[in-house]
């Protein structure tokens, strides 16, 4: 009844791999015609066709990594451990192309853990694959999209508005406050994304954890629930992850220099 369920929703067959390839060269297009790249040029194209092949490539190992994985204690901390590390670097390379990107395990790691660690401990999220690593995965990827667009923004911004941050050394502040005065308002929307998915639920979208009870066959309440958990949780990982990446700015140690 599942499976009918979601083959209902999604059919995996020749057609959906032909929208797919569609669908990814239509984006592919559109960032070439328009050069949507920060030099001006086409490559965000290419960028856009290899993360689709990527993304194709990895799905298809981890779908047959996870069937092994739930099953075994061990495995399943070393697969999130796996998680942290390639979202921690694919964050850190993002932000700065120097040796500094490691620091961004911290923004991402730091908010996760612990929150999976006291939802683990509450009893609310059990030591099973099939609960934890959706639930870990998510609350990852906000991390890590937070941490990317934090540092991002409070870096551009430190590059263009230099001269108010020597200004403020000039006043009396110390570098970390300068650079905080810089970067915090900037900074801070990186939690809009974030903000709009959890205001607009329900209304706008239906988030995946949602529509998946749903076809699992939980009840409405039930999935609306887990829901509310997971984009609360998220937000919390969110904030967290902001501001130790705003932290990390302004000392100095999250930085594009040589």
Do not use: C, K, Y
């Amino acid at each position: 009844m599942r499976t009918l369920a979601a083959q209902a929703l999604l059919p995996v067959d020749t057609a959906l791999a032909v929208a797919l390839l569609v669908l990814l060269l239509v984006a592919a297009a559109a960032a070439a015609a328009f050069r949507l790249a920060p030099d001006g040029t086409r490559g965000r194209a290419r960028e856009i066709l290899v993360a689709g092949v990527r993304a194709a490539a990895q799905l298809a190992v981890v779908s047959l990594a996870i069937g092994w994985v739930v099953h075994r204690t061990a495995a399943l901390f070393v697969f999130l451990l796996l998680m942290v590390a390639v979202a921690s670097r694919t964050a850190g390379r993002r932000i700065t192309p120097n040796g500094t990107w490691w620091w961004a395990a911290l923004p991402i790691a730091g908010p996760v853990v612990p929150v999976v660690t006291g939802l683990t401990l509450a009893g609310l999220l059990p030591v099973r694959g099939i609960a934890m690593i959706p639930v870990t995965g998510i609350l990852i990827g906000g991390a890590l999209t937070a941490t990317v667009l934090a540092g991002r923004r409070a870096l551009d911004e430190l590059h263009t508005r230099f001269g108010e941050f020597e200004a403020g050394i000039a006043l009396g502040l110390a570098d970390h406050e300068a650079r905080l005065e810089v970067i915090r308002p900037a900074a801070s929307d990186a939690l809009l994304p974030g903000l709009d998915q959890t205001r607009t639920v329900g209304l706008v979208t239906l988030p995946g954890a949602f529509v998946g009870m749903l076809l699992g066959g939980a009840s409405p309440v039930l999935a609306g629930a887990v829901q509310l958990f997971v984009l609360i949780a998220l937000m919390a990982v969110q904030t967290i992850a902001v501001a130790a990446t705003v932290e990390l700015v302004a000392r100095g140690l999250l930085h594009r220099g040589a």
